[in-house]
């Protein structure tokens, strides 16, 4: 990932967060014909037997994508976070329109899980998105021969992380008058990702991102 280093976000842990709070990310490898083959699903940051981060997710077996993820298949997977257009009107001088963003990129190599791996790994990703429902429902809730048998649709896998590259282009080369204009211009958008956007701005300047 071609990234200035004005914008790089390189502490490993600020990283991994970023992922857990923008798992559904897409999932890229490359097709036996050459072709890339890409996949938008949740993809998990979790801990395995000796405390090593990898990333685990799942794919129908109705997605053919699931047939390259074979023993140590390279494999590229991207996570977005909030993002925005910047016009150059916001700013007290002439220059061009540019776009704030978030992202963390992961390439690493896949393998298939067992079944009994895979069952696990749902626990504990319908646990997580449930946490927040009014009536949660568990993977424990269901009868192990009802599991059982929707698992026959899935595949599920892990991906080690070999690399993992971090931008945060959040205009740090602005200086503090025009720094403050675009984050008060994000917050008059009206979009949802523009503000969460501001918000990031000016919590990492805080002196001036009120």
Same mark, same amino acid.
């Given at each position: 990932?071609?990234?200035?280093?004005?914008?790089?976000?390189?502490?490993?842990?600020? *990283? $991994?967060?970023? +992922?857990?709070? %923008?798992?559904? /990310?897409?999932?890229?490898?490359?097709? %036996?014909? /050459?072709?890339?083959?890409?996949?938008?699903?949740? +993809?998990?940051?979790? =801990?395995?037997? %000796?405390?090593?981060?990898?990333?685990?997710?799942?794919?129908?077996?109705?997605?053919?994508?699931?047939?390259? *993820?074979?023993?140590?298949?390279?494999?590229?997977?991207?996570?977005? /976070?909030?993002?925005? $257009?910047?016009?150059?009107?916001? $700013?007290?001088?002439?220059?061009? =329109?540019?776009?704030?963003?978030?992202?963390?990129?992961?390439?690493?190599?896949?393998?298939?899980?067992?079944?009994?791996?895979?069952?696990?790994?749902?626990?504990?990703?319908?646990?997580?998105?449930?946490?927040?429902?009014?009536? =949660?429902?568990?993977?424990?809730?269901?009868?192990?021969?009802?599991?059982?048998?929707?698992?026959?649709? +899935?595949?599920?896998?892990?991906?080690?992380?070999?690399?993992?590259?971090?931008?945060?282009?959040?205009?740090?080369?602005?200086?503090?008058?025009?720094?403050?204009? +675009?984050?008060?211009?994000?917050?008059?958008?009206?979009?949802?990702?523009?503000?969460?956007?501001?918000?990031?701005?000016?919590?990492?300047?805080?002196?001036?991102?009120?």
């Amino acid at each position: 990932m071609y990234i200035p280093k004005t914008f790089q976000e390189t502490d490993r842990e600020t *990283l $991994y967060q970023f +992922i857990r709070d %923008n798992s559904f /990310g897409l999932l890229v490898t490359t097709g %036996n014909d /050459g072709v890339p083959v890409a996949t938008h699903i949740p +993809i998990e940051l979790q =801990p395995d037997a %000796n405390g090593q981060f990898r990333l685990v997710g799942h794919l129908s077996k109705a997605n053919p994508q699931w047939k390259l *993820l074979s023993s140590d298949t390279p494999a590229l997977a991207v996570f977005s /976070g909030a993002h925005s $257009y910047i016009s150059s009107s916001w $700013y007290d001088h002439v220059n061009v =329109p540019t776009w704030n963003y978030l992202a963390v990129q992961v390439t690493g190599r896949t393998s298939i899980l067992s079944e009994d791996e895979a069952l696990e790994v749902l626990r504990q990703q319908v646990d997580k998105y449930e946490a927040h429902s009014k009536c =949660p429902v568990s993977v424990d809730s269901m009868t192990e021969d009802y599991v059982r048998k929707e698992m026959r649709g +899935i595949v599920a896998f892990t991906m080690t992380i070999d690399s993992i590259q971090g931008v945060a282009k959040l205009s740090q080369n602005r200086d503090d008058k025009n720094y403050q204009n +675009i984050v008060s211009e994000l917050r008059q958008t009206g979009n949802s990702g523009a503000a969460e956007l501001a918000d990031e701005m000016a919590a990492r300047r805080p002196e001036v991102g009120k």
